[in-house]
């Protein structure tokens, strides 16, 4: 039972991180019908800045609270940078193509950002400096650490505060009217390019904060690990229903457990037939899955063609 | 048609240039014949420092046999040393390895990496030429069947033979979980520890797998952690062993952490950071200073080239084995000296050297290492195969 318990726990955190880096794909499909993938590599770009900047000023004797607080608000300004960049140069110029040009150049700034991270921190592994000290609890017979009570919650009070700003602000309002019209939003006043550069710069903002939170779990970074991440999220965005953000973050915590129980349990149940070396095919199972008994995911509703 | 004849021209001069200085043996200006020995190592790229050291150390054993002297076949010869690049790249590998053939090699040491000998070892068998590798440990190498293909260094079936072993009867593991990340080493070291487990009397409660690129280990170590095994072995490298030991600490699991070379090296520690201390590595070779000429040879060595990196006291008994079996054919030709390679029994700076069917080499060591504060630090050396 304790066993059942601590893979719920793994998948939990795991599943948190998917849902931050799985809302910035729905973002973007939600209001450009564009699958970015570059995001991967955008949560890449903030763990690899947070390290950057972390490193060195860890040095310098200043409080560890703070040093981790001035990378988390570097890598989110990065990010932000980056992502509004991305946006402005390689999606803007194509916005009147058709939609399978700028899915090709997404994945083109997404190879460029990797070779990019590649030659500006080399091709090995990053180490996280072990800062945070790791206090282990006792919870149901499972063990579970603050850094991952910390990824929860954390991942938890951004969800809430971006379902606020989608359904309470103005900027929030005027995302929603873009995503359902873009012409008829631009006709009553919405600045439609400032809403989808908001857009950019959010979902990368949230990127920046997984990616720092990736790199503190695992203890490390790598110019290639934003590739299989932002895979696993779009396919956690594509479970719960894309452009839909309640579905995203169910979408990640889902495949985060189902990923977690799938690993842990596939070698018992089919009697060593299948090992663990399977655990990354449950997410592209459920992907396919999805796509082909409800593609419009579980929380996502069918909308008809637009024109 | 003017310039195309003056291109024609320049090509043929160009080839003839080439060709001249290609397949021929050459003469020393004192009338002694040249016998070249190829040596390949990645001497650009991250790996170049301990591809340089390799380089080095066979450049050594040329130089003090020259010094010495030498005669095959009632004439003095001189011993030259190419030495060629692979940038750790099999693909460059195969290029150099057929250069060095088109150059008239007569034996090659190298290469250094095993993703780089075994390309390479397919070109000098088809064109005879002996080859010797300092350092390349997969088993694949010598399992090709090629007369031609020696190692100095335990290969990784040795080496898990040694975990195996280690982990029940010298660290008193009854349970054992094994994981792999399904490379072609770290499956074949986690299948050898599986059988060496098995036969020391010890269980494989477990058997999991990752991959190369994995980093989360979590759902594993947890099925694992349920099975409770005194001991957790993992075939692969340092990237994958580093969060793992991290993860291990995380679900609070105590049992024993056990690698091989691909985890016993700095950035492993670094990657771990403070949940390295414990756990326990092993790397084939001995360290310098338990080498029976170890001490000598460092004098040598660095009062030449500076602090040895890694494997050159390898690459230097890699070029005394080369010598001593021409030396005994009494020639250079590598048709002839192949057939006493097999027969080579003498004591090198990293041990005696004898060579089993395979061309593996008999009894190569395995040290175990243990990390504490930051390092390794040396355990014991093993003898496998004993």
């Known amino acids: 039972m304790d066993i059942f318990v601590q893979q719920l726990i793994n998948g939990l955190v795991l599943g948190s991180i998917y849902a931050l880096v799985a809302l910035g794909y729905t973002m973007v499909y939600g209001i450009l019908e564009l699958i970015n993938f570059a995001h991967g590599e955008v949560t890449m770009v903030g763990a690899m800045v947070a390290l950057a900047v972390m490193v060195p000023l860890l040095g310098t004797g200043l409080p560890v609270v703070l040093v981790l607080l001035i ?80 990824i929860v919650a954390l991942s938890v009070l951004i969800m809430i505060g971006l379902v606020y700003l989608v359904e309470r602000t103005r900027l929030g309002r005027a995302m929603r009217a873009t995503a359902q019209s873009r012409e008829v939003a631009e006709l009553m006043g919405v600045n439609v390019n400032t809403v989808i550069s908001a ?109 | 048609m003017r310039l195309g004849y003056l291109g024609l021209s320049a090509a043929t001069i160009l080839l003839t240039g080439l060709l001249t200085g290609c397949g021929q043996d050459k003469t020393t200006a004192s009338g002694e014949e040249v016998i070249r020995i190829g040596s390949v190592a990645p001497l650009t790229g991250a790996q170049s420092h301990i591809g340089k050291d390799n380089d080095n150390g066979a450049r050594l054993a040329i130089d003090e046999a020259n010094a010495k002297g030498l005669v095959l076949g009632g004439k003095p010869v001189k011993l030259e040393l190419v030495s060629e690049d692979d940038a750790a790249d099999p693909k460059t590998a195969t290029t150099v390895a057929q250069k060095l053939v088109d150059e008239g090699v007569k034996a090659v040491i190298g290469h250094l990496n095993s993703g780089t000998t075994i390309p390479a070892s397919k070109i000098y068998h088809d064109n005879g030429i002996p080859q010797v590798s300092p350092s390349a440990t997969a088993t694949a190498y010598t399992a090709q069947g090629y ?60 058997r999991e797998y990752t991959s190369d690129k994995a980093t989360d280990f979590t759902a594993i170590l947890t099925s694992i952690k349920a099975k409770e ?33 691909g985890m016993q090296n700095l950035n492993f520690l670094k990657l771990a950071g403070a949940d390295a201390d414990g756990v ?80 593996d080499i008999a009894g190569g060591s395995v040290t175990l290492y243990q990390a504490k504060d930051g390092a390794w630090t040396k355990l014991e050396t093993v003898k496998s195969g004993q």
Request: glycine content about 12%.
């Open chain 2, 147 to 206: 007369n031609t293909a020696f190692r100095v260094m335990a290969n990784d079936a040795q080496q898990g033979k040694v975990l195996g072993d280690y982990a029940v009867t010298k660290l008193g593991a009854r349970k054992v979980a094994i994981i792999d990340d399904r490379t072609a080493y770290g499956q074949g070291l986690a299948d050898e520890v599986e059988k060496a487990v098995k036969a020391s009397g010890g269980t494989v409660v477990d």
């Open chain 2, 280 to 359: 326990i590595a092993s790397s084939p070779g001995l360290p310098l200073d338990s080498m029976p000429g170890g001490e000598d040879f460092k004098k040598r060595f660095e009062a030449r080239y500076g602090p040895i990196q890694l494997y050159a006291p390898y690459a230097y008994d890699a070029v005394n084995v080369v010598i001593a079996a021409m030396k005994k054919a009494d020639s250079a030709d590598p048709a002839k000296f192949i057939l006493d390679l097999p027969k080579t029994d003498m004591q090198g700076v990293t041990g005696p050297l004898r060579f089993d069917a395979k061309g």
């Open chain 1, 199 to 307: 857009t950019f710069i959010i979902g990368s903002a949230l990127a920046a904060i997984a990616g720092v939170m990736v790199s503190a779990y695992y203890g490390l970074a790598h110019y290639y690990m934003g590739f299989m991440l932002g895979l696993k999220a779009f396919s956690a965005a594509v479970l719960g229903g894309i452009g839909n953000i309640a579905g995203a973050m169910l979408g990640g915590l889902l495949l985060g457990v189902i990923e977690a129980l799938g690993a842990g349990y596939i070698g018992d149940l089919t009697g060593g037939f299948l090992g663990s070396n399977y655990q990354d095919v449950f997410a592209f199972m459920v992907l396919i899955l999805v796509l082909v008994l409800r593609p419009s995911g579980l929380l996502g509703e069918r909308v008809a063609q637009r024109a």
């Open chain 1, 71 to 150: 990378a988390i608000l570097a890598a989110i300004a990065a990010c932000m940078l980056l992502g509004y960049t991305i946006e402005r140069v390689a999606y803007r110029p194509l916005r009147r193509a058709p939609r399978l040009a700028p899915l090709i150049t997404a994945i083109g700034v997404s190879i460029v950002l990797q070779n990019a991270a590649m030659l500006i921190w080399g091709r090995g592994y990053i180490s996280f400096p072990p800062i945070i000290h790791r206090e282990t609890h006792q919870f149901m017979g499972a063990v579970i650490t603050d850094l991952q009570m910390a």
């Open chain 2, 229 to 261: 095994p005194d001991l957790i072995f993992f075939g692969g490298m340092d990237p994958q062993a580093g969060p793992m030991a991290q993860q291990m600490k995380r679900l609070d699991m105590h049992a024993q952490f056990l690698g091989g070379d």
